[in-house]
């Protein structure tokens, strides 16, 4: 897709939500990476119904580094998956506190060597915690809808971001991993895609 009509479509989409965030909530970078890790297989929602406890005791890398194992696990076991979340946010904060002075690193290269922070997780934690986006984060919602309006023909997320990038300029990037995830909740859901409701109806391929 050329880039003027990628930016069609992204100005008519940020119209439709203008208020477009991120859902997760966070007070620290510390915070919003073990927010996105909660959030793997699991909806923002209910990640922001188990944070506060979870955050109460253990909100910086030194806490979370010597808790008791199976305190964190029961803590975060409405998240689902979670002795490997559990044990991920362990090794995760002891890395940080080892190889990067406990401060939650912000670059892209530094926070994929963290256990269980992986590119799209890093791409969120560069946009959320430190406001400085360097490419886009392809979730689920995200990986549906560049397939369906014709960005991309791949389906592994990393060969769709790529995608992405070669047809989005990057003072985009931020708008974009806002609110293709919110249309994709909102009108181009996995089942029952609303496309008579949808503002992007004319620039999207409708590729099933
Ligand atoms: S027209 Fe349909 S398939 Fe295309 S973005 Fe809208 S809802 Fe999704």
């Known amino acids: 897709m050329k880039k003027e009509n990628s930016i069609i479509i992204i100005e008519k989409l940020k119209k439709a939500y203008p208020d477009a965030k991120c859902s997760l909530d966070f007070k620290s970078p510390f915070e919003m990476m073990i927010a996105v890790m909660l959030s793997a297989q699991c909806t923002d929602d209910r990640v922001n119904l188990t944070t506060p406890a979870l955050f109460a005791k253990y909100n910086t890398p030194e806490k979370m580094a010597n808790a008791p194992l199976d305190e964190l696990e029961k803590l975060i076991h409405p998240c689902g998956f979670y002795k490997n ?5 362990k090794l995760a904060s002891q ?5 990067f002075d406990g401060n939650v690193p912000n670059t892209i290269e530094e926070l994929i060597t963290i256990p269980g922070v992986g590119r799209k997780s890093a791409n969120v934690i560069m946009l959320e915690a430190f406001n400085n986006p360097q490419g886009i984060a392809v979730d689920t919602h995200v990986k549906r809808l560049s ?8 389906t592994e997320p990393e060969k769709i971001e790529q995608d992405l990038l070669k047809q989005i ?5 931020k708008d974009v991993n806002h609110i293709f995830i919110w249309h994709g909740r909102n009108i181009c859901s996995a089942r029952n895609p609303k496309c008579k409701e949808c503002p992007i109806f004319d620039n999207c391929k409708k590729i099933f």
């Open 147 to 154: 397939n369906r309006i014709g960005f991309s023909k791949k």
């Open 85 to 89: 979340k559990a044990k991920n946010m």
């Open 169 to 173: 300029p990057k003072e985009y990037y």
């Open 95 to 99: 890395k940080i506190l080892k190889d």
